[in-house]
Nanobody
Framework: QVQLVESGGGSVQAGGSLRLSCAYT?????MGWFRQAPGKEREGVAT???????NYANSVKGRFTISRDNAKNTLQLQMNSLKPEDTAMYYC?????????????????????????WGQGTQVTVSS
């Protein structure tokens, strides 16, 4: 069975930084970070494909960096120059389902059924 555990969330002022971490038990599938703000749908932030390619939402390009440490079995999300708009619950997910593989747009609003495994989330709050 696969377990995902997120950590690293917190409260920071605009312009600050946070590093999120996702510990996992399976490092041979696509993984990604997603977020959901109150009253909004869950959306993709960044993904790390099984072939090593990465994708970022336009809103975070140049500010966020996704990385993977296979030796430590962790997926990281370095978030710099944080904005109040980044405030959300951040979730780690792993292993695309057939529904996930059928996605045309790389990122955007996500259906939870697109990934096989999800963590419980870690809250990120950015104040102005």
């Amino acid at each position: 069975q696969v377990q995902l555990v997120e950590s690293g969330g917190g409260s920071v002022q605009a312009g600050g930084s946070l590093r999120l971490s996702c510990a996992y038990t399976n490092n041979m599938c696509t993984m990604g970070w997603f977020r959901q703000a109150p009253g909004k749908e869950r959306e993709g932030v960044a993904t790390f494909e099984s072939d090593g390619t990465t994708n970022y939402a336009n809103s975070v390009k140049g500010r966020f960096t996704i990385s993977r440490d296979n030796a430590k079995n962790t997926l990281q999300l370095q978030m710099n120059s944080l904005k109040p708009e980044d405030t959300a619950m951040y979730y780690c997910a792993a292993c695309k389902t057939q529904l996930g593989l059928s996605r045309i747009q790389t990122l955007g609003f996500i259906d939870l059924r697109e990934y096989s495994y999800w963590g419980q989330g870690t809250q990120v709050t950015v104040s102005s």
